[in-house]
């Protein structure tokens, strides 16, 4: 752990404090129970997601949707707002439509990736283009995975749930 405190410090990385590697049972998911892993709710618990979108019943469902699920939601219309929320509220995950008015997901998306805190941050672009040229750019912005319109539940959840598993491991 002090090595680990030392490079941070060389390397200039923004770190959280870290654990001892005995505590981190309690955090680990066993990949073995399928319950965990099918489930974004078995992981959902303590982290925090922002979601961006200018249509307000995808926002509403989002928001009812993910919060049930046990999910810390934060809302926004728009990328300025999304920036915002984001700043006030430190999210593990953001949900974004690609197009809303001001800043769009993908500017907003590169502006998140600016800044030192959120390296790490996961990144899911919600997008109604699937061409291989948009897709290609949304990647290149920093964006982690991609959902198309109209949002199917059951991708919805399994792209969640892995997201989830990876804002946890780090």
């Excluded at 870290?18 to 709710?41: G, K, M, R």
């Excluded at 926004?76 to 809303?100: E, K, L, T």
């Amino acid at each position: 752990l002090e090595e680990w405190r030392d490079w941070n410090g060389l390397l200039h990385i923004v770190a959280h404090n870290v654990s001892h590697f005995s505590s981190l049972d309690a955090i680990w998911i066993d990949p073995a129970a399928s319950e965990d892993v099918a489930n974004p709710a078995a992981l959902a618990h303590g982290i925090r997601l922002l979601i961006a979108d200018d249509d307000a019943a995808i926002l509403l469902l989002l928001n009812k949707t993910l919060s049930r699920l046990g999910y810390e939601v934060f809302t926004a219309v728009d990328g300025r707002q999304a920036m915002d929320q984001f700043s006030a509220h430190a999210p593990h995950m953001v949900i974004s439509d690609a197009i809303m008015p001001i800043i769009g997901g993908l500017d907003l998306c590169r502006a998140i990736r600016r800044t030192a805190s959120a390296r790490s941050v996961y990144f899911i672009l919600l997008t109604a283009h699937a061409e291989k040229g948009h897709l290609v750019e949304a990647f290149q912005a920093g964006v982690d995975d991609f959902i198309t319109k109209p949002v199917n539940a059951k991708i919805l959840l399994g792209r969640l749930a892995a997201g989830t598993r990876i804002a946890r491991l780090q």
